[in-house]
């Protein structure tokens, strides 16, 4: 992996992707690639069930397919960090004290998860707007907008029609929620109860989704999608600071749905012992799972509006190629998995800590390395956020995002007709 300005993906943190590193990894120093030295677990980690092969214990290795990513939710250890028991205090303070609030004559569905990132939200969250369609054809997106310069305040970027700000205002998810969804209004800003109260008012929306809302408790829902990343799930099981996890995992039993996503990286048995983990963990019937799947690249650079038609060319042109993967995302290795699957013979990254806002330094150190007829790929977040940097680097040649979709591989319509039973409160 090359890393620029020695940002590191968060992704590709030792703390992140060495399974057992619950006991040792906060005292012990990485090495240069990122390794924790001699650090090869203890005693009793038996349940936190790694490696299965010797690709596995290279944790720059990102074929999954050779490693169990299942994490033992029965027997989490129970040290817990002095830290982590005032994150849990606040977060469980915070829920009880925050009054949640429903808005009339809307119905609200919450897309999130209990972990920091990397789940795919943002192709979720357009899936499932496309889905609910038919039924609620006037929706909003409410977002946060992580990154963007006007996060802090209410705001509307798409009114289904018109971009009304740039990327760097809103933030690039929502900003590529806009670009995907003709149509939907998209809204960013902290306030996202008064954000739906003027959609209300203005569009009479009777929808909407609330992109990473888990964790946000204003504004009372009808029903929570939480998704997992099969591919890390719960980290080292430790809550933040120390770990990955939001909050516990037995705070899954709010969730209405659990959909388990790139299951298509993984095992089949370690996806079967995490859903019936899942199961009893949740007391749901059933744990969907779903695929980022690829539907080609497109050539960068293109006009990015709503209106704008997409040509996606065949993903084929990546077979036997050697391949720059180019991104800021919380789950760089996914990304490199779905380049290798696609064909390329070999795939270097470059990588930065996810919503990394690309600089005129951080374009130079990128073209000092890459020549101009490599073969480049990129996220199509990342497009959004490098974008401004096109004058740049209009002398790659062969510079493409990776066009992907979210799908639910089994049960669609069992999952569509559980959510819409909520949200008509049938």
Request: proline share 4%; with cysteine; hydrophobic share 40%.
């Amino acid at each position: 992996m090359t890393n620029l300005n020695e940002v590191v993906s968060s992704a590709e943190s030792p703390y992140q992707n060495c399974p057992i590193w619950a006991l040792g990894a906060i005292f012990a120093s990485p090495s240069s690639d990122g390794r924790l030295p001699g650090f090869t677990g203890f005693d009793g980690a038996a349940d936190i069930v790694a490696a299965t092969d010797s690709a596995a214990k290279d944790d720059r290795n990102p074929h999954f397919n050779t490693i169990s990513v299942i994490f033992s939710l029965s027997s989490v250890l129970k040290i817990v960090n002095p830290l982590e028991k005032l994150y849990s205090f606040g977060n469980s303070l915070h829920r009880r004290m925050t009054r949640s609030v429903r808005i009339p004559g809307a119905k609200i569905l919450s897309i999130g998860n209990i972990t920091t990132g990397g789940t795919g939200k943002t192709p979720a969250t357009i899936y499932f707007s496309k889905l609910l369609r038919a039924e609620f054809p006037n929706q909003a997106v409410l977002s946060r907008g992580y990154g963007g310069r006007l996060s802090h305040e209410t705001n509307l970027l798409s009114d289904g029609f018109r971009l009304l700000m740039g990327s760097d205002d809103s933030g690039d998810e929502p900003y590529l929620m806009a670009v995907n969804l003709p149509g939907v209004k998209v809204a960013v800003g902290r306030n996202r109860l008064k954000n739906a109260q003027r959609l209300v008012h203005d569009f009479g929306t009777s929808l909407f989704l609330l992109d990473d809302g888990f964790q946000h408790y204003r504004i009372g829902r009808d029903a929570d999608v939480v998704l997992i990343d099969v591919t890390n799930p719960f980290g080292s099981g430790r809550l933040l600071p120390q770990g990955i996890l939001r909050e516990p995992v037995e705070n899954l039993n709010r969730a209405s749905a659990i959909v388990l996503t790139k299951t298509d990286l993984v095992p089949l048995t370690a996806l079967e012992e995490l859903r019936e983990k899942l199961q009893k963990i949740s007391g749901l019937s059933h744990i969907f799972i779903s695929r980022h799947a690829s539907k080609g690249l497109v050539k960068i650079p293109h006009e990015y509006t709503p209106q704008a038609k997409t040509h996606i060319v065949s993903a084929d042109i990546l077979k036997h190629e050697s391949v720059w993967a180019l991104s800021a995302i919380a789950n760089s290795r996914a990304f490199e998995e779905m380049l290798r699957r696609a064909g390329a013979e070999s795939v270097t990254q470059i990588s930065f800590r996810d919503h990394h806002d690309f600089s005129a330094r951080d374009i130079e150190m990128i073209l000092s390395r890459v020549k101009p007829y490599d073969l480049v790929v990129t996220t199509e977040k990342d497009y959004v956020r490098l974008r401004k940097h096109m004058d740049a680097l209009k002398g790659l040649r062969q510079f493409y995002y990776l066009k992907i979709e979210f799908e639910v591989l089994e049960n669609e319509i069992l999952l569509k007709e559980g959510l819409k039973a909520r949200l008509m409160n049938v």
